[in-house]
């Protein structure tokens, strides 16, 4: 099993649509959590942090279950500005960042 | 605030020859990190520095790849020689080593290489 695994995608939505990715990591020892946006050919951008249960900021709510150790990230009203690949990552005991494959979001008018 | 700056964006080789690559972390970090991001892949680290100190090369290939940060800040990345299978995007991050944000890593562009 993967340490961090992610929803393969990829997600055709339209604009306007709400959509939720899932993220989960095998390393209950883990504090930290990300998610980070690509897009083609450019590197990953954070998105959003995640240490405790939850973050939000604007449109994009990510939400943190210990218990079942799964990340998700809810992206509300779809632009299309939003289409991009989302890559979810967990800290490691080394300080890296271990990441998943990514989830491709294509958002469509 | 520069970002992380990485150098060159493309390169492509034929096998078996050297490349290196180059990274200058934000100013200020101290921590810097080489991944390797193949397609369709998240990325996956390779090497860790604090400083100039190599704190995690567990996941580097030390037969054929071998990295720097002499002076705590520039690092090079060196593949001699390379492989087809090395063709890949060989990226950089930094990130601060107190106060807020320790976690956060930032990246660079990366370099793109194709070995023919």
């Known amino acids: 099993r993967k340490e961090v695994e992610q929803d393969p995608g990829p997600f055709n939505v339209p604009e306007g649509a709400t959509v939720a990715f899932n993220c989960t990591y095998s390393?209950?020892?883990?504090?930290?959590f990300f998610w980070y946006r690509q897009d083609c050919r450019k590197e990953p951008k954070l998105l959003m942090s995640?240490?405790?249960s939850g973050n939000e900021d604007g449109r994009f709510t990510a939400q943190l279950n210990r218990a079942s150790q799964y990340i998700s990230l809810l992206i509300r009203d779809s632009k299309l500005s939003d289409s991009a690949t989302y890559l979810c990552?967990?800290?490691?005991?080394?300080?890296?960042?271990?990441f998943g494959k990514g989830t491709k979001l294509s958002v469509k008018p | 605030e520069a970002g992380v700056v990485q150098s060159p964006r493309y390169k492509i080789i034929e096998k078996k020859q050297p490349v290196a690559f180059w990274c200058n972390p934000i100013?200020?970090?101290?921590?810097l990190y080489w991944y390797l991001q193949n397609l369709g892949q998240g990325p996956e680290l390779l090497i860790r520095?604090?400083?100039?100190?190599?704190?995690?090369d567990s996941q580097l290939p030390k037969d054929r790849f071998s990295a720097e940060r002499l002076k705590g800040v520039d690092s090079t990345l060196k593949i001699q020689p390379a492989e087809l299978g090395d063709s890949a995007v060989y990226l950089c991050?930094?990130?601060?080593?107190?106060?807020?944000?320790?976690?956060?890593?930032?990246f660079g562009p990366g370099t793109r290489l194709t070995v023919l």
């Open positions: 100013s200020g970090h101290n921590t």
């Open positions: 390393n209950s020892a883990s504090q930290s």
């Open positions: 520095y604090e400083n100039e100190e190599a704190v995690d």
């Open positions: 990552a967990a800290r490691g005991s080394q300080g890296n960042l271990i």
């Open positions: 995640v240490y405790s």
């Open positions: 991050a930094s990130s601060p080593t107190s106060g807020a944000g320790t976690d956060t890593q930032y």
